[in-house]
Every structure is written in C-alpha cells, then in structure tokens.
C-alpha cells in the first residue's frame, strides 16, 4: 500500500502533480464503476454546479458532468474500502510531509459523451479548506481517441492526463488550473478534496 502513496507524494513533490497508476485495485475500480451505473440508473446522480453553499450555480456552458456524494452512512462496502483507502493515504501524508488533513469529501463522477469541465480551480474564493484535490479513474481500455483527458495548465508545458482505470492524481486544489477535455466515451471517476478545518 505504501508503494502507491510514496509514487503520489514523490511525483507531486517533483513536478506538483502527483500520479499513482495503481493506486486502487481493478477489482475496487470495477466495484465503484457498477455502483455508480446503478445509481445512474436509479437517477441519484445529479447535475453537477459550480460554486459552494448559497453561490451555486448550474451552468452546462462550465460543466455538464453528474455526480454522487459518497457518504459513509450509506455503508457501502466498496465505498467504505475506497474510504479505508483515503484514511491510509491521509495518515501517510499527515506523517510523513506534515500536512495537517482533518478530512475530505469525495463523489462520483460521470461525463457522458460529449461533457467536458472548462478551467477552473478546486479552492473556493471564500473558503480555503480544500488543500489537496484527488481524482480515481475508474476506466478499464481507455483509448486516446476517447478523449476526456484531464488537462492541467502549468507553464512551460500542460500536462494531458489519461483516465485509465487505477491511475490517481492528486495536487494542490489552489495552484493548478485545470480542465476535462470533452470526452468521446462514458468517462468515470471518484473525485475529492483533502481538506483542513
């Protein structure tokens, strides 16, 4: 287990972008992809907005993706595996590069051919609790004529990211500007926040 957190701490700390590309097990990625198509089938996932609390706003001109809240009250199995997960990965970061993670939130994600998320970035203009942003593909065979790559603007170069199945990303929610590239393909992911307070 430690393997996948030192390859998403040492690549974050040398470029600012982590990358594990085995950091959930096929078996884990195939279990979160069958809830989430079941809760798309049960219509619980909900058109995603931009903003927090009382400034929220819907605009499919940003972003036109779906998610679901994980919740551990929901009592899961492979969410509360998915949850074991982060709470290892946040005692090994909290030890180990002192950062002072209180908590997280994390969801589901699901672009439809054709969805896309414009630039933008993870903190909040009046709430900076978010510190790191994490983002799980749960894509089996992805192609690059499939699209949907997450793209993060960093200078001198941009970073294009495939969502292949198992492969987490992790970095500072406040420092990099990034976008989902218009995907071809249903496009799956469990996206959150590390946060502080």
């Known amino acids: 287990m430690e393997a996948s957190f030192e390859a998403l701490i040492a690549s974050y700390i040398d470029t600012k972008i982590g990358v594990a590309n085995h950091f959930l097990s096929d078996d884990l990625c195939y279990h979160l992809k069958m809830n989430l198509l079941a809760l798309n089938e049960d219509q619980q996932m909900k058109t995603a907005g931009v903003g927090n609390d009382g400034k929220m706003i819907h605009d499919d001109l940003i972003r036109n993706d779906k998610i679901y809240w994980l919740d551990r009250s929901h009592n899961n199995i492979y969410e509360n595996e998915f949850f074991a997960k982060i709470d290892a990965f946040v005692l090994y970061l909290n030890e180990s590069c002192y950062t002072n993670i209180k908590g997280y ?3 589901y994600s699901l672009y439809e051919p054709g969805s896309f998320y414009r630039p933008h970035f993870d903190q909040f203009e009046d709430d900076s609790k978010r510190q790191y942003s994490m983002i799980s593909y749960l894509n089996p065979h ?4 499939d699209g949907g790559e997450l793209l993060i603007h960093q200078k001198p170069n941009n970073h294009s990211i495939s969502p292949m199945q198992g492969k987490t ?14 995907t071809n ?3 799956f992911s469990v996206t959150g926040w590390l946060k502080r307070g």
Request: charged fraction near 40%; charge should be negative; avoid cysteine.
């Open 185 to 187: 393909e249903r496009r």
């Open 169 to 182: 990303i992790f970095f500072k929610s406040d420092e990099l500007e990034h976008e989902v590239l218009v």
């Open 105 to 107: 939130e994390f969801h």
């Open 142 to 145: 992805w192609k690059t004529a």
